[in-house]
């Protein structure tokens, strides 16, 4: 090394620097950028002028490695589960409606005891209840109220629960005739030509006619009036009614007067009697109205125009009785009849005396039943009979 000549290294590190700040002078990087650069070039350049190897040991691997990419992460699509379709379950089948048997009366106390009870031995002499059931309308049977019948006494008791009915049509008789006879919450007394005597009676939760006939009008009434006293006390010792019987349903329930009742052709030209007419409701008698108003059937009839002959061997009239829901009395009333057939009709039954006695066809037809009856005879009566039925049967269903 000659002296005043700098040394190798000294020369070398002089160089790079005036390379590096002509570098440097010639670009315009931005600050940090420039800070960078600069180092890589000091590094650079130092590792050249210390030698080859240690360079290609350096620059073989990269300087500046970018962060690995974060994982992508792919979610599973959700799986898809059908929905499965309910199997629909049947309907229940409707349960069978029960039979409620035979209708009773909504008084709980029969007629026995309230003729213990009223004392009607002190009133009447020997009185012997009668059994009068089959005689009594089954839409009255049915409607519950109470009938005692003491007829070789002359004396009949009704007793109703329809004590709002009641009391209208005792404030009507109280306005027309009757008196007043002061029993019970209300009352009142009539009589008819034929020593016919009847006190009507609201007491408590029952509606009471009490019904007595004699040879005077004198007694009638001392008989009914005491009779009405002893029993309205009687009653008075069972305060509670029974709950009402309810009927199997029927479509005949629909029927409440006689407009409804209708054949076609209409009933005269079907029976072969164009000269009858009607229908008319048949009114029961005006002196027993529980059973007038509380009846549940409809009872209608046709017959001739006042003065108009009917020709022999027509129908010169007929009435009908329909009675919904009271098919359980079809066995008793169609007793001792012969069975028919008619269209429409479970069971049908023919009952008929003498030619000049009445003849009366029993049906049942959707749990109600109907009564049909002729005055009179004629050769196809039966068959007749049984063709207005059924088309009463057949009108009704459509």
Same mark, same amino acid.
């Given at each position: ?5 700098? $040394? ?6 002089? =160089? ?38 240690? !360079? ?63 004392? /009607? *031995? ?6 012997? /209840?009668? &059994? ?49 006879? *002061?029993? #019970? *919450? ?28 004699? !040879?005077? &009008? !004198?007694?009638?009434?001392?008989? =009914?009036?005491?009779?009405?006293? #002893? ?80 020709? !022999? ?39 008929? #005396? ?6 009366? /066809? ?10 049909? $009856? ?6 196809? /009566? ?17």
């Amino acid at each position: 090394m000659m002296d005043g000549q700098p $040394t190798f290294d000294a020369a070398r590190s002089a =160089a790079m620097k005036t390379m590096l700040m002509k570098v440097a002078g010639e670009h315009t990087t931005p600050p940090r950028t420039k800070r960078i650069a600069l180092i890589v070039s000091l590094t650079v350049g130092a590792l050249l002028l210390a030698g080859g190897g240690a !360079a290609w040991a350096i620059t073989g691997m990269p300087l500046f490695q970018a962060p690995a990419p974060a994982p992508v992460v792919v979610s599973p699509s959700p799986s898809v589960t059908p929905t499965r379709t309910p199997t629909p379950k049947p309907a229940p089948a409707p349960s069978p409606i029960a039979d409620p048997g035979p209708p009773y009366s909504t008084v709980p106390v029969d007629c026995a005891t309230l003729a213990a009870r009223a004392g /009607l *031995d002190s009133i009447v002499s020997n009185p012997k /209840l009668s &059994d009068v059931t089959k005689f009594d309308d089954p839409g009255v049977i049915q409607s519950g109220v109470l009938d005692c019948n003491w007829l070789s006494s002359g004396l009949q008791l009704l007793v109703s629960t329809d004590t709002s009915t009641g009391s209208a049509d005792i404030a009507d008789q109280r306005k027309v005739d009757a008196s007043n006879p *002061d029993i #019970g *919450d209300l009352s009142a007394l009539r009589c008819i030509e034929i020593h016919d005597c009847t006190v009507s009676v609201i007491s408590g939760s029952y509606w009471l006619n009490v019904r007595a006939t004699s !040879a005077s &009008d !004198a007694t009638s009434i001392d008989r =009914a009036t005491r009779s009405a006293r #002893g029993f309205t006390e009687a009653l008075a010792q069972t305060p509670q009614p029974r709950a009402p019987w309810t009927s199997l349903p029927t479509s005949w329930s629909t029927v409440t007067d006689c407009s409804q009742v209708t054949t076609e052709p209409p009933v005269p030209q079907f029976l072969g009697s164009p000269l009858l007419t009607g229908p008319q409701p048949v009114v029961q008698g005006t002196m027993d109205s529980i059973s007038f108003h509380e009846n549940q059937s409809v009872s209608c009839a046709w017959g001739p125009p006042s003065g108009v002959a009917i020709p !022999a061997g027509s129908v010169r009239s007929v009435s009908l009785s329909i009675t919904p829901g009271a098919v359980w009395a079809y066995p008793t009333w169609a007793a001792g009849g012969m069975p028919v057939t008619v269209a429409g009709a479970q069971e049908a039954s023919f009952v008929c #005396g003498n030619p000049e006695a009445l003849c009366i /066809l029993y049906l049942v037809t959707d749990n109600t039943l109907m009564q049909l $009856t002729f005055n009179e005879s004629t050769p196809d /009566l039966l068959d007749k009979m049984e063709a207005f039925a059924a088309a009463l049967i057949a009108q009704h269903s459509r």
